[in-house]
């Protein structure tokens, strides 16, 4: 079955830190992948995706994310973090067709001053 | 830009109260989806459509159904609400066809079961 892994439920860094969030995926064949960002009490928003192509997808806010299928992994990363930048953080993907997304479990990211 | 809205942003319900949760988006959008957010989960998709008057279920559409009359607007429908539905739900649309795009997603109805 299609599934999306993000392994850390919390991860706390200092501003000022670099960061980076895994995520894993289980699709027989290349999938659709996204990150999504929601702050507290907000939707989601999206960060980035990745359909093909360059395997290094850049996105707005300084994220960036690596595919890399040999790892089955799609890891969100950011050079230095900013307090505004604690919210949860949602991996998404999809096999395309009917575009259903299916979600990880999220991963709460505190900054400490 | 998308705008995709919910019609309430809190909601407080009585158990066994059939509640409503509106969603509308403005991009004429051929696919609408329809979440449910809890805590350690993620999303989970309830129910989606992918044009008016069609309608499938998600992976957990136990306790809900979806309306969706017009084009704009999905609705989900919970006929007689239970505690265990006290959640955060989430609307989301997508534009249709061949290629694969983002979803765009309405700020959330939070919803609490008494």
């Known amino acids: 079955a299609q599934s999306v892994t993000q392994p850390d439920i919390h991860i706390t860094v200092s501003e000022g830190a670099s960061l980076e969030l895994r995520c894993n995926y289980s699709?027989?064949?290349?999938?659709?992948l996204f990150w999504y960002v929601q702050s507290p009490g907000q939707g989601l928003q999206l960060l980035l995706k990745y359909f093909s192509g360059d395997t290094l997808v850049q996105g707005i806010k300084g994220f960036e994310a690596e595919f890399k299928r040999s790892q089955s992994s799609f890891n969100l990363r950011k050079p230095s973090v900013h307090w505004s930048d604690a919210a949860e953080y949602f991996c998404?993907?999809?096999?395309?067709?009917?575009?259903?997304?299916?979600f990880g479990q999220g991963t709460r990211l505190t900054i400490n001053p | 830009d998308v705008k995709v809205t919910q019609s309430s942003r809190y909601l407080v319900k009585r158990t066994g109260e059939k509640v409503f949760l509106e969603c509308v988006q403005d991009?004429?959008?051929?696919?609408m989806f329809w979440y449910r957010q809890d805590p350690g989960l993620g999303l989970r998709l309830i129910y989606f459509s992918y044009d008016v008057k069609m309608k499938e279920k998600g992976d957990i559409p136990e306790g809900y159904s979806v309306s969706r009359e017009k084009k704009e607007r999905f609705s989900l429908i919970l006929e007689s609400a239970s505690t265990n539905q006290t959640s955060m739900y989430l609307c989301a649309s997508i534009a249709g066809g061949g290629g694969v795009y983002e979803q765009y997603f309405g700020p959330g109805t939070r919803l609490t079961v008494t």
């Open positions: 699709y027989g064949a290349t999938p659709y």
């Open positions: 991009m004429d959008h051929e696919n």
């Open positions: 998404a993907g999809t096999g395309g067709g009917a575009q259903k997304l299916v």
